[in-house]
């Protein structure tokens, strides 16, 4: 059976030792620790801090991360992508990054995580967003990005509820109750 | 001389018969009237809106509607587009509308047209938004998508206000007056 | 009536004063006598000559010749490039050359023409070739690329022929008398 | 350490009984044995002999496939590959296929196997090809697609040669000696 393959979007340029690197590193762990496949846009800040996190898990296993990236060069990907998708589509590669994930979860955020956030839309996933963590993530909690859909983007809490919510709408497949 | 490209953005579903499409005709109209090029994503609403209305222009010359298209089909463009550029990049092509550009102009538009804002900010396109269109123009008028930049995206309240700006920050190269 | 798009594919590297260049510049020149759009890839060598042979027609006007560029910078283009499209989609706007074109013709051409002849022939293009110019356009002439297709890629020996049989395939739709 | 990823390209449409089949099949196999993480376009034909091969491997560990999909909808890959990345970017993906790999393995092959080819060569990856598998691998077998560079296409006769040439290309980084 083919494993969920989870889009981790937010901001490339968190530093290493804020709050919003160690909420994306949790992220990344319990992801991992749930049997995900983490797509991410392969660079640094929140992109870094979640690939940082899957390899602490005890369930990690190789090609749990994968890096998809803005240049034609495999090595400008961070230290803990495993499998590196170089583009060389520049930014246009967030289209990919969404389009191949099966929900998407955003972490704060500015103009990048923004078109992420909107091809998400548009492309009719599943959107979570950490209520809490500032920038786009927090603008856009529990609301429609346009009259397209009738959901909304989800407000999470806590790195433990998104793996609740992931639980019900992909593993469970159950929609309607959330 | 080259002449300068402007990106027209909005959503691609608003009716022929809508108060939007009106305006955006019009703004078509006046751009031709002004000698600029228009880049857009070559479909319907809004960007058939602002090709039909350079077509009125009495400066109108061929080649000045340039469609950049999602499918590699050349047909799927609107009948007012001159120039048919078929990417079969999908709704990755906004970067290319975005990077071609000289300034980018937005009038109301939903999650696509969000998506163009966020690849204009990031690319540090001049952005004018219709402050009274609705949708993501008149959300983000007046305001900074992140803090990458120090400038504002620009709310302007008619055409002419448009074609004024262009002229300032494009033709007389005075960004400093505005 | 739409213009026919003609997509112009050759090396990138070849000298200002080379035969090619000539040939190509010469083949710019009578595209436009011709009222065609010229697509390029934007840069130099045979894209630079063919943007300069149309700038010397008696026919031209502007915004007939188009430049379709791997980076996301507009000032990369030529100096001969009316309508700079910036697509940052490195090699892979070759496809977009292709697909936005009524017809494809080679000069020459290493790998890069290589890459833009295969996407040509799935595409179900029309595509010339220059069968004198060497390079991959003198060893696909009269050859099919693969089974997909029963034509052939067309041999021509002169400019004069190229516009000969663009004007039947194109104008008069009479591909049967090819 | 990051383990190597290897791009297998060919046909399409080769059907599931025929001898190229069989080899691609067999060459994912050894692939997978060897510990290569193998990329593919993610459809049928070659791409999805690749991946079955993979599977039988006694060494296949989940997500050694990755398919790198032209369509925006992950379902529309071969039911072999692990991880899907959807890009939406048409025949454009081939550039990513390409950009992505550590080195690139051909199987016979028509005009899409010929333009990755075309842009492995300008990427400088190292290319094998299976010499006797027809098609474009056949006919490029020790040549060079143009004189950028100095090496030529490694004709290998066998998956065990494949094997023994990537060992010694990648993993001893012992160019000089082929």
Chains 1, 2, 3, 4 share one sequence.
Not at 8 to 22: A, F, L, M, W
Not at 46 to 57: L, N, P, R
Not at 75 to 96: C, H, P
Not at 97 to 103: Q, R
Request: contains cysteine.
């Amino acid at each position: 059976m083919r494993k969920f393959q989870i889009a981790v979007v937010g901001s490339g340029t968190i530093p290493d030792n804020s709050e919003e690197y160690q909420l994306a590193k949790n992220l990344g762990k319990c992801l991992a620790d749930n049997d995900f496949i983490i797509l991410c846009g392969g660079l640094g800040g929140a992109m870094k801090a979640v690939c940082e996190g899957v390899k602490e898990s005890e369930h990690y296993v190789y090609g749990q991360t994968i890096g998809i990236l803005p240049e034609l060069d495999k090595s400008t990907s961070n230290a803990f992508v495993d499998v590196q998708i170089a583009t060389g589509m520049s930014k246009a590669r967030n289209q990919i990054i969404i389009a191949s994930a099966d929900a998407v979860i955003a972490i704060s955020g500015g103009a990048g995580t923004l078109s992420e956030l909107s091809f998400a839309w548009q492309l009719k996933k599943k959107i979570l967003v950490l209520e809490n963590s500032g920038g786009w993530s927090e603008k856009l909690a529990n609301s429609r990005i346009d009259n397209s859909r009738d959901d909304k983007i989800i407000a999470v809490s806590s790195v433990d509820e998104v793996i609740d919510i992931l639980e019900k709408i992909l593993v469970l497949n159950d929609i309607n109750r959330l």
